[in-house]
């Protein structure tokens, strides 16, 4: 059965502490994992696409990597402002996404 | 550009009630997709267009029908509202082209529905 599944449900972390975010999947023939922002209240704001193992992506304070059965969004220094929940998904079937239930982070100054 | 749009914000339904929930893009985008999020359940696809003219069940479809106006809109209708409805509904919109390789989705603000 395809799944995601993101560790840790939530996430305190002082301000300038680093830390990462988990996204494992069991999808056969992985076509992309995506990983999004949702600040309360407000739908999820996209992120980043990784297509192959060994890939990174980075913005800001945000790097993602992808491996062949998981993915990392690493935050280093964090700021209150990266308060948020941080959702991943990846395709399943044509083009239609399955989504984990997210990593809540708060960043406390 | 507005990017995903989505009318109303806030709803509060009797038990048996119908209404419509509208989203229309402006990004030119061909599929569609409306989803309901639940606590500790996640984001589920409720159904699904991949282009103008179709549309798909998704993961729980179950009291809900949906039309695809035009390329632009693609609305959610609630026939006869039940309070396991209750949730926030969220529409997105991709450039992702059947058989061609998965983009990435672009969400509205949502809306807020209760059922009492």
């Known amino acids: 059965e395809d799944q995601v599944t993101q560790s840790p449900e939530a996430l305190r972390l002082q301000e300038g502490e680093s830390s990462s975010l988990n996204c494992s999947y069991t999808?056969?023939?992985?076509?992309?994992l995506f990983w999004y922002r949702q600040d309360p209240g407000k739908g999820p704001e996209f992120l980043f696409t990784?297509?192959?193992a060994g890939e990174e992506k980075e913005k800001e304070r945000l790097k993602a990597t992808l491996t062949k059965k998981e993915s990392f969004l690493h935050i280093t220094a964090p700021k209150p402002e990266d308060s948020a929940t941080y959702l991943c998904?990846?395709?399943?079937?044509?083009?239609?996404?399955?989504f984990g239930t997210g990593t809540r982070l708060q960043v406390f100054p | 550009n507005a990017g995903v749009t989505q009318t109303p914000k806030f709803q509060v339904l009797k038990t048996g009630q119908s209404m419509t929930l509208q989203c229309a893009q402006d990004?030119?985008?061909?599929?569609m997709y409306w989803y309901r999020q639940d606590p500790g359940m996640g984001l589920r696809l409720i159904y699904y267009?991949?282009?103008?003219?179709?549309?798909d069940k998704g993961e729980v479809p179950n009291g809900y029908n949906v039309s695809r106006l035009n390329k632009r809109e693609f609305s959610l209708r609630l026939e006869s509202a039940a309070p396991s409805q209750t949730s926030v509904y969220f529409c997105a919109s991709s450039e992702s082209i059947v058989g061609s390789g998965t983009y990435e989705q672009y969400f509205g603000p949502g809306t807020r529905l209760t059922v009492t």
């Open positions: 990004m030119n985008h061909n599929s």
């Open positions: 990784l297509y192959s």
């Open positions: 999808v056969s023939g992985l076509r992309g």
């Open positions: 267009s991949a282009s103008e003219g179709t549309t």
């Open positions: 998904a990846v395709p399943y079937r044509t083009d239609k996404l399955i």
